[in-house]
């Protein structure tokens, strides 16, 4: 049995109301890209890299921020 907090059983489009759709949209996005690398993380990984390197200055870079001590 499902609970309120269990994930949808494959294949179902019904949105739950304790579903948020862009959650879902971004969990579905997710999924798209790791079917493409057939769920190899480090693939990925180093599409995602190469992605953002090809966007150059478009990219914030911050430095890192410092830790106040208490």
């Not at 997710?30 to 966007?55: C, I, P, S, T, Y």
């Amino acid at each position: 049995m499902n609970s309120p907090t269990s994930a949808p059983r494959k294949g179902s489009e019904t949105v739950k109301p304790w579903e948020d759709p862009i959650v879902r949209e971004v969990r579905d996005a997710r999924h798209r890209l790791a079917a493409r690398f057939d769920n190899d993380l480090e693939r990925v990984a180093d599409d995602l890299m190469l992605r953002q390197a090809g966007h150059g200055s478009r990219l914030v870079n911050h430095p890192p921020l410092r830790r106040k001590a208490i």
